[in-house]
């Protein structure tokens, strides 16, 4: 290898070199600038759904009218039930189950209403509803028959 050709290949080397030893003595600092730790809040598990509103929002569905209508159970449960009708002729209604409020949407039924959520079904006829899971051989939960006394 020439006199030349070793300063050419040497030239072409140094920043490289530079470079590389720049960035391990950078590396070697540590970090220059650093993100601000944030520190996410745990949150608060719920031990019971939070209060029932006959509210709902969802894009497109405009609600018409809406009630809360309150049940006694057989195993002495009082349940809350919000009913929502919408101006395009939807229904739905929000129990809580197992804690949490659920969104049951209506379904065609031979006689009163039936609602569904999941493998819940809410099955209601003037002042009496029944819930069961299909899940469970449609066996009532609650005890049997709610009543809201209408």
Do not use: H
């Not at 080397?13 to 220059?32: D, E, N, R, W, Y």
């Not at 894009?59 to 009708?85: F, H, K, R």
């Not at 819940?120 to 299909?134: F, H, M, S």
Request: glycine letters at 10%; hydrophobic letters at 35%.
């Amino acid at each position: 290898m020439t006199t030349l050709s070793r300063k050419i290949m040497y030239g072409a080397i140094k920043p490289v070199i530079s470079l590389l030893i720049t960035g391990l003595l950078a590396s070697a600092a540590g970090p220059v600038f650093s993100a601000p730790r944030t520190t996410v809040p745990p949150r608060p598990v719920a031990a019971a759904p939070p209060p029932l509103e006959p509210s709902l929002t969802l894009p497109g569905i405009i609600p018409l009218n809406q009630q809360t209508v309150s049940y006694s159970c057989g195993d002495g449960t009082s349940l809350s039930v919000a009913y929502i009708n919408t101006q395009d002729g939807q229904s739905f209604a929000i129990l809580p189950i197992d804690g949490k409020n659920r969104l049951f949407v209506i379904l065609p039924s031979g006689s009163g209403a039936r609602y569904c959520s999941g493998p819940y079904v809410w099955w209601n006829k003037g002042a009496e509803a029944t819930l069961w899971d299909e899940r469970n051989a449609r066996r009532p939960l609650l005890g049997g028959t709610c009543s809201s006394g209408k």
